[in-house]
């Protein structure tokens, strides 16, 4: 821990300068529960020094390779790594392989664009891997799923429920993968029994930016999320302490080997709920809750709940299907309703829609559009909030 504080302190112009804006002396920082004298830094602020160059470290070279983000808020952040950080990265997706029995012989579909820049996320230097673009025809994407017959199955929440419809519309069963890891957006429930019923294996969540590399996983309990302890300190805030267990809080994360670009407290955007505890699969590593959604589409309801992007899609499943509607959030109390013709599970649909929304948000107007299709996106984005977003 020290190790890491002492070299962003030693090397990076950014952590100098705010930490002696903050007025904290970082040499006080030696062991983890010292980090919390630190300030927490936000998404904003990081990528201005990341563009900038503030954030790199004293003698990285120009021409190191850089991973463009596609983390949770989007930004388009280029990360740099040097070798062995690029290397400890991509031991992180095997490593969640290996805890869900992963044996050399398997083989593995990783859903990306290849060739091209595969993105981060989706890289793993294993050899055996099938890559199945996700913006392919489904039908192809079907035919690659049954030539392949993988034992493990990667790929964003999205392109994982599309290839399950698929699988189950074309009646192809593959012999269940050992795992199929989701990650890149809220796993939500009925995107998680849609890859269920697909793939015939109950998807494992998978938390992850390309700023951090793998945070947090499931096993074969799926209930918390591991923590790679590591390599990631991670702690769930709420108001700016810890949150109690259950409760939702800030994600903010901290990178114990990163050196070319290290993150200390960075809080990620995200919103998940802090971890119940040892898991009883009896594994030491910490725990976390599962991701909640991105903190800006959070809202908080009338009577002082927050009503997170998870809390939406769940209470919205069985009226609305996933992936053929959307929700915008345009003022304080409109919000607009864009739906296919496939949207709505029955013709009761639209009241029950509106009728949910309300139990979420109290007397809002909700105004329908109907539309053709939602063009096959990496993320869902089913519920956003787009308050204070230049037009
Ligand atoms: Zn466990």
């Given at each position: 821990m020290n190790r890491a504080v002492a070299h962003a302190r030693r090397n990076v112009p950014?952590?100098?300068?705010?930490?002696?804006?903050?007025?904290?002396?970082p040499g006080r920082v030696r062991r983890i529960e010292d980090l919390a004298l630190l300030p927490v830094i936000d998404p904003e602020t990081a990528r201005d020094a990341a563009r900038n160059g503030e954030l790199l470290a004293a003698g990285t070279p120009a021409d190191i390779e850089a991973f463009p983000s596609g983390g949770s808020t989007g930004a388009a952040l280029r990360v740099?790594?040097?070798?062995v950080e690029a290397r400890l990265w991509r031991a992180g997706g095997v490593r969640i392989q290996f805890e869900h029995g992963f044996h050399w012989r398997d083989r593995t579909v990783q859903f990306g664009r290849r060739p091209g820049p595969p993105?981060?996320?989706?890289?793993?230097?294993?050899a055996a891997t099938d890559w199945i673009s996700g913006e392919a025809p489904l039908a192809e994407q079907v035919a690659c799923l049954a030539a392949s017959r993988p034992h493990f199955v990667f790929g964003h929440v999205a392109?994982?429920?599309?290839?399950?419809?698929g699988l189950l519309e074309h009646n192809v069963r593959l012999p269940p993968p050992k795992a199929v890891f989701a990650l890149g957006e809220v796993?939500?429930?009925?995107?998680?029994?849609?890859?269920?019923?697909?793939?015939?294996?109950?998807?494992?969540?998978?938390?992850?930016?390309?700023?951090?590399?793998?945070?947090?996983?499931q096993c074969g309990r799926r209930r918390d999320l591991h923590v790679n302890a590591d390599c990631i300190f991670t702690e769930i805030l709420r108001d700016g302490v810890a949150a109690a267990p259950g409760e939702i809080g800030r994600v903010v994360v901290t990178t114990l080997r990163a050196r070319t670009m290290p993150l200390l407290r960075f809080d990620t955007g995200d919103l998940a709920r802090a971890g119940c505890g040892p898991c009883d699969c009896g594994r030491q590593l910490p725990t976390m809750g599962r991701v909640e959604g991105r903190a800006r589409d959070a809202v908080t309801a009338y009577d002082g709940r927050v009503v997170t992007q998870r809390a939406v899609l769940d209470r919205l499943a069985g009226t609305l299907k996933m992936g053929e509607y959307r929700i915008r959030r345009t003022s304080e109390h409109r919000f607009v309703l864009e739906a296919t013709s496939r949207a709505f599970a029955n013709s009761a649909g639209p009241r029950d829609a509106r009728r949910i929304v309300r139990s979420l948000f109290g007397e809002v107007e909700l105004e329908t559009e109907e539309c053709k299709e939602f063009p096959a996106r990496l993320k869902t984005h089913a519920f956003v909030d787009e308050r204070g977003e230049a037009q």
């Open positions: 950014f952590y100098r300068r705010i930490w002696k804006e903050a007025g904290v002396d740099p790594r040097g070798e993105h981060p996320l989706q890289r793993f230097g294993i392109v994982l429920r599309r290839a399950g419809l796993l939500d429930d009925e995107s998680r029994a849609t890859i269920r019923e697909g793939f015939g294996s109950g998807p494992v969540d998978v938390y992850g930016m390309s700023e951090t590399g793998f945070i947090g996983w």
